[in-house]
């Protein structure tokens, strides 16, 4: 009695996992009414003070918990997209069924931004042309002058990103490139940090950017991405230059992403392509 009972748990804990794994595509006005509980996404202080609005379309994975588990960005302004996930994550749905079997579901939804007073954010924050740029701000010399904080944050930065890429740190080489960013604003100093170590980088080239600010009691990253060149841009009226970077995709075109500080945030705001043919226009656009 005791052998058949343990087999058919086993049986039924088989079938439960075997309908757990079923996935099943609904539509986005299904999942909707669906939906138990909706969290309102807080508006990034970046975005908000950019003037950034925006639809941010996910494509989501629903569990038979009734809460959404995977995400993928389908589409959106950069700035947008990190709160529209914070707010997905709080959905919950009536749990989806088939056949009287609950089921995971996949969907799409969109999260919607949406400004009291809308602006238009290319008349006032003008986007530069790729002749504006100059791709080789990456060729200054490193700065030696590091702050004992800063130069603590270095080791412990790049102590992370070798165990992130899995790097052999006795065997890596580095030619990591620290170079400071002229700025106005005599109580911040920005740095370019870029990890040129071969576990680290693209077959393309492209190696892990950041940009560092150090502030009077704290030192931060404000920018972490990749690339393998960069070129400022300096804004009429703003204390700290305009961060471009360019990525490079193949031998035919790179991809070009722009951050701003904007009331005292950094947010990417531009985005852009670079072809190498004179048959494509490149271009660099505030990203929708």
């Known amino acids: 009695m005791l052998q058949a009972t343990t087999l058919l748990s086993f ?3 088989c079938s439960t996992s075997l309908e757990a794994q079923e996935w099943h595509e609904v539509s986005q006005e299904i999942a909707a009414s669906q939906l138990l509980r909706k969290a309102e996404p807080v508006y990034p202080a970046f975005a908000k003070a950019a003037g950034v609005e925006g639809v941010v379309r996910i494509a989501v994975g629903i569990y038979t918990d009734g809460r959404i588990h995977s995400m993928g960005i389908e589409g959106g302004p950069p700035s947008l997209t990190q709160a529209a996930k914070e707010a997905l994550s709080r959905y919950v749905y009536r749990p989806f069924e088939n056949d009287g079997h609950l ?3 996949t969907t799409i939804v969109d999260v919607v931004f949406k400004l009291p007073s809308p602006q238009n954010v290319e008349q006032s924050y003008p986007p530069p042309t790729i002749s504006d740029l100059s791709f080789s701000f990456l060729e200054s010399k490193t700065a030696t002058q590091l702050s004992p904080a800063l130069q603590k944050w270095l080791d412990e930065d790049l102590r992370k990103k070798r165990a992130y890429f899995f790097c052999d740190a006795s065997a890596s080489t580095s030619d990591d490139k620290i170079i400071q960013v002229p700025v106005l604003d ?11 170590e071969q576990c680290m980088c693209g077959a393309s080239g492209n190696c892990p950017l950041e940009l560092v600010e150090v502030e009077a009691t704290a030192v931060h ?6 690339g393998g060149e960069v070129a400022l841009r300096r804004r009429k009226d703003a204390s700290v ?3 471009f970077s360019e990525s490079h995709m193949s031998a035919a075109y790179a991809s070009i992403v722009g951050f701003v500080k904007i009331a005292g945030n950094w947010g990417q705001l531009y985005c852009g392509t670079y072809f190498g043919s004179k048959t494509e226009e490149s271009e660099i656009h505030v990203c929708q």
Do not use: E, G, K, Q
């Not at 005599?186 to 040129?196: D, E, G, S």
């Not at 990253?221 to 990749?226: A, L, R, T, Y």
């Open 11 to 13: 049986i039924l804990l």
């Open 103 to 105: 089921v995971n579901v």
């Open 221 to 226: 990253s404000v920018i972490d991405s990749s």
């Open 186 to 196: 005599t109580a911040t100093r920005l740095y370019i940090v870029f990890r040129h």
């Open 241 to 243: 230059p305009d961060i």
